[in-house]
């Protein structure tokens, strides 16, 4: 038990801060896609914390399930619609195609190009001690 302590507090002080700067980046983000997508910040975070919570699995009994609910509705549909075959089809074709289409949202490549400069320049160079430099600098 005691480990588990000493493992959390040795990864708090080493890495706790770059945690902390990750999720903040992550907010600042989602907050910035929020407002350009609504054109209005966000009223609260709440959407913000769930957006990556995931429904459960379904057992193989509820999928045979859904999959017969849904076949019970498409049946309908076309009991439904075998008189008015055309009238109710929109201009322009129709099936799968007019289904919403997904938007790329997120930073551009310009930025991720920056993301990466910048983790590069702190991975690499920002630790670096380069008093040797500034010192044979002033020799010659």
Do not use: C, H
């Amino acid at each position: 038990m005691e480990k588990k302590k000493d493992l959390a507090t040795e990864i708090n002080e080493i890495e706790g801060s770059d945690i902390v700067d990750s999720m903040l980046k992550q907010r600042r983000d989602w907050v910035q896609w929020y407002r350009s997508t609504f054109n209005k910040p966000p009223d609260n975070l709440d959407k913000f914390y769930t957006r990556n919570d995931l429904e459960t699995p379904l057992s193989p009994e509820e999928e045979e399930k859904k999959a017969a609910e849904e076949e019970a509705k498409g049946k309908k549909k076309e009991k439904k619609g075998g008189k008015d075959k055309g009238k109710n089809k929109k201009k322009g074709g129709g099936g799968e195609d007019d289904a919403p289409k997904l938007l790329k949202v997120g930073p551009t490549e310009v930025v991720q190009k920056f993301d990466e400069f910048y983790e590069d320049y702190t991975g690499e160079w920002a630790t670096r001690d380069e008093r040797e430099n500034k010192e044979q600098q002033y020799d010659r």
